[in-house]
Nanobody
Framework: QVQLVESGGASVQAGGSLRLSCAAS????????MGWYRQPPGKQRELVAA???????IYANSVKGRFTISRDNAKNTVYLQMNSLKPEDTAVYYC???????????WGQGTQVTVSS
Protein backbone atom coordinates (compact mmCIF):
# COMPACT_ATOMS: atom_id res chain seq x y z
CA GLN A 1 0.00 0.00 0.00
CA VAL A 2 2.88 2.37 0.80
CA GLN A 3 4.84 3.38 -2.26
CA LEU A 4 7.85 5.65 -2.78
CA VAL A 5 8.80 6.19 -6.42
CA GLU A 6 12.06 7.92 -7.34
CA SER A 7 12.80 9.54 -10.67
CA GLY A 8 15.40 11.81 -12.24
CA GLY A 9 18.52 9.65 -12.17
CA ALA A 10 20.79 9.88 -15.19
CA SER A 11 24.36 9.82 -16.47
CA VAL A 12 26.03 13.25 -16.41
CA GLN A 13 29.48 14.77 -16.66
CA ALA A 14 31.34 16.14 -13.65
CA GLY A 15 30.17 19.64 -12.81
CA GLY A 16 26.66 19.00 -14.06
CA SER A 17 23.34 19.07 -12.21
CA LEU A 18 20.38 16.76 -11.63
CA ARG A 19 17.14 16.96 -9.69
CA LEU A 20 15.78 13.79 -8.13
CA SER A 21 12.12 13.45 -7.19
CA CYS A 22 10.32 11.01 -4.89
CA ALA A 23 6.54 10.74 -4.96
CA ALA A 24 4.96 9.10 -1.91
CA SER A 25 1.58 7.47 -1.49
CA UNK A 26 -0.11 5.47 1.26
CA UNK A 27 1.24 7.60 4.13
CA UNK A 28 0.27 10.86 5.80
CA UNK A 29 3.21 12.55 4.12
CA UNK A 30 3.51 15.65 6.33
CA UNK A 31 4.05 13.49 9.43
CA UNK A 32 7.12 11.73 8.03
CA UNK A 33 10.78 12.65 7.98
CA MET A 34 11.83 12.28 4.34
CA GLY A 35 15.37 11.51 3.30
CA TRP A 36 17.71 10.60 0.49
CA TYR A 37 20.31 7.86 0.91
CA ARG A 38 22.84 6.58 -1.59
CA GLN A 39 24.75 3.34 -2.06
CA PRO A 40 27.79 3.00 -4.33
CA PRO A 41 28.40 -0.56 -5.57
CA GLY A 42 29.99 -2.70 -2.84
CA LYS A 43 29.62 -0.02 -0.15
CA GLN A 44 27.19 0.68 2.69
CA ARG A 45 24.12 2.82 2.22
CA GLU A 46 24.66 6.31 3.63
CA LEU A 47 22.47 9.29 4.46
CA VAL A 48 22.78 12.14 1.97
CA ALA A 49 20.12 14.54 3.26
CA ALA A 50 16.90 14.54 5.26
CA UNK A 51 14.07 16.95 5.92
CA UNK A 52 11.54 16.88 8.76
CA UNK A 53 7.91 17.88 8.44
CA UNK A 54 8.70 21.31 9.91
CA UNK A 55 11.40 21.93 7.31
CA UNK A 56 14.47 21.17 9.45
CA UNK A 57 17.25 19.75 7.25
CA ILE A 58 20.46 17.77 7.69
CA TYR A 59 23.16 17.02 5.12
CA ALA A 60 26.16 14.78 4.82
CA ASN A 61 29.35 16.85 4.97
CA SER A 62 30.33 15.60 1.52
CA VAL A 63 27.33 17.30 -0.12
CA LYS A 64 26.92 20.49 1.93
CA GLY A 65 26.84 23.53 -0.31
CA ARG A 66 26.15 21.42 -3.42
CA PHE A 67 22.88 19.57 -2.71
CA THR A 68 19.55 20.93 -1.49
CA ILE A 69 16.66 18.86 -0.15
CA SER A 70 13.11 20.22 -0.22
CA ARG A 71 9.56 18.94 0.11
CA ASP A 72 6.14 19.86 -1.16
CA ASN A 73 3.58 18.46 1.25
CA ALA A 74 0.70 19.38 -1.06
CA LYS A 75 2.21 17.11 -3.74
CA ASN A 76 3.51 14.40 -1.36
CA THR A 77 6.90 14.81 -3.02
CA VAL A 78 10.48 15.29 -1.81
CA TYR A 79 13.27 16.59 -4.07
CA LEU A 80 17.05 16.54 -4.13
CA GLN A 81 18.70 19.25 -6.21
CA MET A 82 22.25 18.11 -7.00
CA ASN A 83 24.74 20.68 -8.32
CA SER A 84 28.47 20.57 -9.03
CA LEU A 85 28.34 16.79 -9.30
CA LYS A 86 31.52 14.79 -8.79
CA PRO A 87 32.44 11.23 -9.85
CA GLU A 88 32.30 10.20 -6.18
CA ASP A 89 28.58 11.05 -6.18
CA THR A 90 27.99 8.02 -8.41
CA ALA A 91 25.56 5.67 -6.63
CA VAL A 92 22.03 4.35 -6.50
CA TYR A 93 19.96 6.98 -4.70
CA TYR A 94 17.06 5.84 -2.50
CA CYS A 95 14.11 7.74 -1.10
CA UNK A 96 13.29 7.08 2.58
CA UNK A 97 10.30 7.81 4.81
CA UNK A 98 10.56 7.54 8.62
CA UNK A 99 7.81 8.13 11.16
CA UNK A 100 9.84 7.21 14.26
CA UNK A 101 12.80 5.01 15.29
CA UNK A 102 10.27 2.46 16.59
CA UNK A 103 8.69 1.81 13.20
CA UNK A 104 10.22 0.32 10.10
CA UNK A 105 11.30 2.73 7.39
CA UNK A 106 9.82 2.77 3.92
CA TRP A 107 12.13 2.74 0.91
CA GLY A 108 11.85 3.47 -2.77
CA GLN A 109 13.24 1.26 -5.52
CA GLY A 110 16.25 3.48 -6.18
CA THR A 111 17.44 5.54 -9.13
CA GLN A 112 20.91 5.39 -10.67
CA VAL A 113 23.13 8.49 -10.77
CA THR A 114 26.38 8.18 -12.71
CA VAL A 115 28.89 11.03 -12.89
CA SER A 116 31.76 10.75 -15.35
CA SER A 117 34.98 12.77 -15.39
Amino acid sequence: QVQLVESGGASVQAGGSLRLSCAASGIIFSRYRMGWYRQPPGKQRELVAAIAGDGTTIYANSVKGRFTISRDNAKNTVYLQMNSLKPEDTAVYYCNAQFSPFAGDYWGQGTQVTVSS
